[in-house]
């Protein structure tokens, strides 16, 4: 099964859209083109709650691997 993460390495703001990328084998530059898009679809806010809850649930790549999870 797959597990959602952020990646430090390729991150702009919290690494969200480059986990989802490599998790889906995209360009995290496409997964940052839909988000926008769909953030400015929804009328900004629902899209950068969203954002903001991820950034604090989704665990960093290298924090997991640290901890060996």
Do not use: H, N
């Not at 889906?24 to 629902?46: E, H, K, L």
């Amino acid at each position: 099964m797959k597990k959602i993460y952020r990646l430090s390495r390729q991150k702009k703001i919290a690494g969200i859209c480059a986990g989802i990328g490599e998790m889906y084998s995209m360009d995290p530059t496409i997964v940052r083109v839909i988000t926008v898009f769909g953030t400015v679809a929804t009328g900004i806010w629902p899209g950068v709650v969203a954002y903001l809850v991820g950034w604090f649930l989704i665990p960093d790549k290298d924090e997991m691997s640290v901890d060996g999870k």
